[in-house]
């Protein structure tokens, strides 16, 4: 089975790890710190907005039923790539919107993604989405992996938008 690891980091890392294990092909997925400067990172060290970390997702997919530009697509689709450095009201720069890139060909397709994205015009304003090569990820406290599952009345900022979704996103990728 061809299998692809991408990195994304789109707000409070809850509501991705939410939403996104329901895609067909999605095998796993970790939430965690990525992005900044040091090592070993712990939440309380990444809310202080000086470690240069976001919180992110690791997922892990198979590429033969679902291509990482369908996970972009959702991606989009399930948070505002228009806000800088904002989630509804998680503010600063670990809950910016990045794609943390594993090799030439993820970063080549995250960069037409958002072409295509602009192109569109269906979001409310520039994507401010960066693309950068993954570094190394931290992954987070144990009480933050699948959250969500474990108290379903926690906080979250992030929800499918239907009229967020550009033709190619499969149907059964839009949930």
Same mark, same amino acid.
């Given at each position: ?96 919107? =990045?794609? %943390? ?6 970063? &080549?397709?995250? /960069? !037409?993604?958002?072409? $295509? ?17 993954? =570094?190394? %990820? ?6 933050? &992996?699948?959250? /969500? !599952?474990?108290?379903? $009345? ?22």
């Amino acid at each position: 089975m061809p299998q692809q690891l991408a990195t994304l980091a789109g707000g409070c890392f809850w509501g991705m790890e939410d939403l996104i294990p329901a895609l067909p092909g999605v095998l796993d997925t970790t939430v965690g710190y990525t992005g900044g400067t040091l090592a070993n990172p712990t939440y309380e060290d990444v809310k202080t907005d000086t470690t240069g970390h976001a919180e992110a997702i690791q997922i892990l997919f198979d590429d033969t039923l679902l291509s990482y530009r369908q996970l972009l697509e959702f991606f989009f689709q399930i948070h505002d790539p228009t806000t800088l450095n904002r989630q509804g009201n998680d503010i600063g720069d670990s809950y910016r919107s =990045t794609i %943390f890139t594993h090799g030439v060909d993820q970063q &080549q397709i995250a /960069l !037409q993604v958002i072409a $295509d994205l602009e192109k569109a015009r269906i979001w409310p304003g520039k994507i401010v989405t960066s693309v950068t090569p993954a =570094t190394a %990820f931290y992954t987070a406290e144990a009480y933050h &992996q699948d959250y /969500l !599952q474990r108290y379903p $009345d926690g906080y979250t900022c992030h929800f499918i938008r239907p009229a967020w979704r550009i033709n190619s996103v499969h149907k059964e990728c839009a949930l």
